[in-house]
């Protein structure tokens, strides 16, 4: 069983940047694959971002590409979405999300591939 945290997120003015980290229980946070995923109001959740458990591939949706970054720290069982040039559509409520077993880019966005999630935070770009 894992538990998620997620934190960081608040109000932010449009081209302002934000922080998001999600903390994990657990003693085998390295062997899970990590997504970001985010959900505004009246429509589907979609995929921001995954890492593997190495931390050494990550994804990206490709709108975000260059915006946004993805990073875990085993050590400290947290994975961190760090945000920059953000617009009013990016609001929305981020969720972060652990996957057992070997991610390909294609199974990092599938939602219904992860086993757990985190109660999300909000994050609101004013324009």
């Known amino acids: 069983q894992v538990q998620l945290v997620e934190s960081g997120g608040g109000l932010v003015q449009a081209g302002g940047s934000l922080r998001l980290s999600c903390a994990a229980s657990?003693?085998?946070?390295?062997?899970?694959?990590m997504g970001w995923f985010r959900q505004a109001p009246g429509k589907e959740r979609e995929f921001v971002a995954g890492?593997?458990?190495?931390?050494?591939?990550?994804y990206y949706a490709d709108s975000l590409k260059g915006r946004f970054t993805i990073s875990r720290d085993n050590a400290k069982n947290t994975v961190d979405l760090q945000m920059s040039s953000l617009k009013p559509e990016d609001t929305a409520v981020y969720y972060c999300?652990?996957?057992?077993?070997?991610?390909?880019?294609?199974?990092?966005?599938?939602?219904?591939?992860?086993?757990?999630w985190g109660q999300g935070t909000q994050v609101t770009v004013s324009s």
């Open positions: 657990g003693r085998t946070f390295s062997t899970y694959a």
């Open positions: 999300a652990a996957g057992r077993g070997l991610f390909t880019l294609a199974l990092f966005t599938l939602a219904n591939r992860y086993d757990y």
């Open positions: 890492i593997r458990g190495s931390g050494l591939s990550t």
